[in-house]
């Protein structure tokens, strides 16, 4: 099996959540498959919004999403569920800011994770995983390097690690779309960079799409191909993370930089 | 902060302090309420004092009776007290299994179904509103004397405690690793077995040593209705006044219970 990658494709797409605040206004964004996309902008600017709409954890109120084969639409369109929406969710791996691992199993049966929507429920039930999924989970650990902790318990590792165990859990889904929701933001500097070097790796290797939240600029302009910047739910930037220059930034922020918004030369690797 | 107040006089706050509320007036009528309440209980019950006094003479008797245990009465003991450890043992064993699926479908975390979460905590409620030997008077009749009634009501006891117990350990439990599954497009109950299961699973055992204390003791009183074990021959030399005999039974009693709680306080401590 061939890791395949698939177009993201925003039509006209907004939100608003049930107390009336709208999250997404509008927006319109083709992401094709295998780009490393990063997404900036203030708190509160819809970041994690647009990303948890990719796997319908937030449901959009208008417009369409398609990812590859899949569509979701917004209210009174047809609703993406079940069956259907576990299926586009199987192709979609997402790694959070507090990793959200099981801390008190091991790490193997973390990655192992990836594989549910794959594995029949009696064997999800007693345990019993399938050869070929350990291998599967196993091989992802190996891209992150940490092999040997497979059986060691998910909280005895540091945070860098156990945000690569996240990683290796998306990789044991074999998606075509990684999103991370601020992967970096509880990590020191250099770890920071190693996560990120890892995300990077996995994009360029494999050819998975990653959409990636970024809280500095400098990570942000450094990791990823394209970036977009987003302020009050709008899209107010789409281009080469070599164009972001200050006043860019300047203008998804609509404030003026400070020291705060560069991880910078604290650990320079 | 408390070096700045003692060295320079207090500096004029930017915001006005709100006053601190006051509870007296709530307060004095909780206690006035609260005598009330225990008067009235006192009245109901009707506590006479003489007639503890005049009963003493009496009970002294007994008493020296009581402080005589019967040892000789021991091997016909035997039958009873296992079978008392047996209720126990079953109706832990069947009480957490029944237990553990009923409980993830009675936390808010990992039932989705507002309906079918609340049709369950209702009659978890309701199980729990019972007592242990209101249940075993009911099921004496209903299936009649023996540990088997025993055993049944031992086990709706304990579903009672385990489910409550456990459902709100989930309730606390962090949800990040379950929210990750679902994401990966796990259903819910594999995204429960997966990223819950395995955090909750120490203080499901803790519970379940717990409930074996409580069945061990409750499978004592239990018995007097009926249901099986050392409660029913506790029952039958009361009758008969062999307080000797039944001096024996109440030490078997608290030897066991010491032990075996000892025993799972052990364990217990051993787990977390
Ligand atoms: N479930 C919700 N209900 C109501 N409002 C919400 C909900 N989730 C997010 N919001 C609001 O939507 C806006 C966008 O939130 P979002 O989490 O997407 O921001 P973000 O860019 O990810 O910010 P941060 O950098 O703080 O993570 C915020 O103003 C937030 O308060
Ligand atoms: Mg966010």
Same mark, same amino acid.
């Given at each position: 099996?061939?890791?395949?990658?698939?177009?993201?494709?925003?039509?006209?797409?907004?939100?608003?959540?049930?107390?009336?605040?709208?999250?997404?206004?509008?927006?319109?964004?083709?992401?094709?498959?295998?780009?490393?996309?990063?997404?900036?902008?203030?708190?509160?600017?819809?970041?994690?919004?647009?990303?948890?709409?990719?796997?319908?954890?937030?449901?959009?109120?208008?417009?369409?999403?398609?990812?590859?084969?899949?569509?979701?639409?917004?209210?009174?369109?047809?609703?993406?569920?079940?069956?259907?929406?576990?299926?586009?969710?199987?192709?979609?791996?997402?790694?959070?800011?507090?990793?959200?691992?099981?801390?008190?199993?091991?790490?193997?049966?973390?990655?192992?994770?990836?594989?549910?929507?794959?594995?029949?429920?009696?064997?999800?039930?007693?345990?019993?995983?399938?050869?070929?999924?350990?291998?599967?989970?196993?091989?992802?650990?190996?891209?992150?390097?940490?092999?040997?902790?497979?059986?060691?318990?998910?909280?005895?590792?540091?945070?860098?690690?156990?945000?690569?165990?996240?990683?290796?859990?998306?990789?044991?889904?074999?998606?075509?779309?990684?999103?991370?929701?601020?992967?970096?933001?509880?990590?020191?500097?250099?770890?920071?960079?190693?996560?990120?070097?890892?995300?990077?790796?996995?994009?360029?290797?494999?050819?998975?799409?990653?959409?990636?939240?970024?809280?500095?600029?400098?990570?942000?302009?450094?990791?990823?191909?394209?970036?977009?910047?987003?302020?009050?739910?709008?899209?107010?930037?789409?281009?080469?993370?070599?164009?972001?220059?200050?006043?860019?930034?300047?203008?998804?922020?609509?404030?003026?930089?400070?020291?705060?918004?560069?991880?910078?030369?604290?650990?320079?690797? | 902060?408390?070096?700045?107040?003692?060295?320079?006089?207090?500096?004029?706050?930017?915001?006005?302090?709100?006053?601190?509320?006051?509870?007296?007036?709530?307060?004095?009528?909780?206690?006035?309420?609260?005598?009330?309440?225990?008067?009235?209980?006192?009245?109901?019950?009707?506590?006479?004092?003489?007639?503890?006094?005049?009963?003493?003479?009496?009970?002294?008797?007994?008493?020296?009776?009581?402080?005589?245990?019967?040892?000789?009465?021991?091997?016909?003991?035997?039958?009873?007290?296992?079978?008392?450890?047996?209720?126990?043992?079953?109706?832990?064993?069947?009480?957490?299994?029944?237990?553990?699926?009923?409980?993830?479908?009675?936390?808010?975390?990992?039932?989705?179904?507002?309906?079918?979460?609340?049709? %369950? &905590?209702?009659?978890?409620?309701?199980?729990?509103?019972?007592?242990? +030997? /209101?249940?075993?008077?009911? =099921? @004496?009749? #209903?299936?009649?004397?023996?540990?088997?009634?025993?055993?049944?009501?031992?086990?709706?006891?304990?579903?009672?405690?385990?489910?409550?117990?456990?459902?709100?350990?989930?309730?606390?439990?962090?949800?990040?690793?379950?929210?990750?599954?679902?994401?990966?497009?796990?259903?819910?109950?594999?995204?429960?077995?997966?990223?819950?299961?395995?955090?909750?699973?120490?203080?499901?055992?803790?519970?379940?040593?717990?409930?074996?204390?409580?069945?061990?003791?409750?499978?004592?009183?239990?018995?007097?209705?009926?249901?099986?074990?050392?409660?029913?021959?506790?029952?039958? %030399? &009361?009758?008969?006044?062999?307080?000797?005999?039944?001096?024996?039974? +109440? /030490?078997?009693?608290?030897? =066991? @219970?010491? #032990?075996?709680?000892?025993?799972?306080?052990?364990?217990?401590?051993?787990?977390?």
């Amino acid at each position: 099996m061939e890791h395949t990658a698939a177009d993201i494709r925003f039509s006209d797409v907004s939100v608003t959540y049930p107390n009336g605040y709208t999250g997404l206004k509008n927006i319109n964004l083709t992401i094709p498959a295998g780009e490393m996309v990063g997404i900036v902008g203030l708190s509160g600017a819809g970041k994690s919004t647009l990303i948890r709409t990719i796997n319908g954890l937030v449901p959009i109120t208008s417009g369409s999403i398609n990812v590859g084969a899949h569509q979701l639409n917004g209210r009174g369109g047809t609703q993406l569920r079940g069956k259907d929406l576990r299926e586009l969710r199987s192709n979609v791996g997402m790694v959070f800011q507090s990793f959200n691992l099981a801390k008190r199993t091991t790490v193997l049966n973390n990655v192992l994770m990836g594989r549910l929507y794959h594995s029949p429920a009696w064997r999800t039930l007693l345990g019993a995983w399938k050869n070929d999924d350990v291998e599967l989970a196993m091989a992802a650990l190996e891209r992150v390097e940490i092999v040997p902790k497979a059986y060691e318990k998910a909280s005895s590792l540091s945070g860098g690690q156990q945000q690569r165990v996240a990683i290796a859990r998306t990789l044991a889904q074999r998606p075509q779309v990684i999103l991370a929701d601020e992967p970096v933001a509880s990590l020191d500097p250099p770890t920071s960079h190693v996560v990120m070097r890892d995300l990077q790796r996995i994009n360029a290797e494999l050819g998975i799409t990653v959409v990636v939240n970024l809280h500095f600029l400098d990570l942000a302009r450094r990791y990823s191909d394209r970036l977009i910047g987003l302020r009050s739910g709008e899209v107010v930037f789409d281009g080469a993370g070599a164009d972001a220059d200050e006043s860019v930034f300047e203008n998804i922020y609509g404030r003026s930089l400070t020291a705060e918004d560069v991880l910078g030369n604290k650990a320079e690797l | 902060m408390s070096t700045s107040v003692t060295s320079s006089p207090q500096p004029q706050p930017k915001t006005q302090r709100p006053t601190k509320p006051r509870h007296g007036a709530k307060s004095l009528a909780a206690v006035v309420l609260l005598v009330a309440i225990t008067i009235w209980a006192g009245i109901g019950v009707q506590v006479d004092l003489p007639a503890i006094a005049a009963n003493w003479r009496n009970a002294t008797t007994n008493i020296i009776q009581l402080l005589q245990p019967d040892y000789g009465f021991f091997p016909k003991t035997i039958p009873a007290l296992l079978e008392t450890l047996q209720m126990a043992v079953i109706a832990t064993v069947i009480g957490s299994a029944l237990s553990l699926p009923l409980a993830f479908l009675a936390s808010r975390a990992t039932n989705p179904r507002p309906k079918l979460l609340a049709g %369950v &905590r209702f009659v978890m409620n309701m199980i729990r509103s019972v007592p242990d +030997i /209101l249940f075993a008077s009911i =099921l @004496v009749a #209903v299936v009649g004397v023996g540990a088997l009634s025993g055993i049944m009501a031992l086990v709706l006891f304990n579903v009672g405690i385990i489910v409550k117990l456990v459902s709100e350990s989930l309730d606390g439990e962090d949800a990040g690793a379950q929210e990750a599954a679902l994401a990966a497009g796990a259903s819910w109950p594999k995204a429960n077995r997966a990223a819950m299961l395995p955090q909750i699973l120490p203080s499901f055992a803790s519970q379940v040593l717990y409930t074996f204390e409580l069945n061990i003791r409750a499978s004592t009183v239990i018995g007097l209705v009926g249901a099986g074990g050392l409660g029913i021959l506790i029952d039958n %030399v &009361r009758s008969f006044f062999r307080y000797h005999e039944l001096s024996l039974i +109440i /030490l078997e009693i608290l030897v =066991l @219970v010491l #032990v075996l709680e000892s025993l799972s306080a052990w364990l217990r401590k051993k787990l977390v």
